[in-house]
């Protein structure tokens, strides 16, 4: 059974940073652990995901050069680094894994599969003045 925790959100004006984390348990190196948001009256969207695997890494274009998605193995734990926040990143951020990954793009775009996937609780990040 896979448990994913997120922590980090908050309030956070344009500009700044911001460091998500997710604590997973119960996954092997064979998933892929990613980031989506969804905000009021939007679409969920695929923010980053990195395969446990090999690290290779998928950024959606909305966020490519200011989010950084990294794991640390020896703690479980999946980090999303967001910097140059825009007013438009606001949304309720989860984290969510995939136990059938075949690469970070289609976890991402897709989102996890009914049958291997699972979602942590979220955790909103506000971007305003």
């Known amino acids: 059974q896979v448990q994913l925790v997120e922590s980090g959100g908050g309030l956070v004006q344009p500009g700044g940073s911001l460091r998500l984390s997710c604590a997973a348990s119960g996954f092997t190196l064979d998933y892929g652990i990613g980031w989506f948001r969804q905000a009021p009256g939007k679409e969920r969207e695929g923010v980053s995901c990195i395969s446990m695997n090999d690290g290779s890494t998928y950024y959606a274009d909305s966020v490519k050069g200011r989010f950084t998605i990294s794991r640390d193995n020896a703690n479980n734990t999946i980090y999303l680094q967001m910097n140059s926040l825009k007013p438009e990143d606001t949304a309720v951020y989860y984290c969510?894994?995939?136990?059938?990954?075949?690469?970070?793009?289609?976890?991402?775009?897709?989102?996890?599969?009914?049958?291997?996937?699972?979602w942590g609780q979220g955790t909103q990040v506000t971007v305003s003045s």
């Open positions: 969510a894994a995939e136990g059938a990954i075949t690469t970070t793009r289609a976890m991402c775009v897709a989102g996890p599969t009914p049958a291997f996937g699972w």
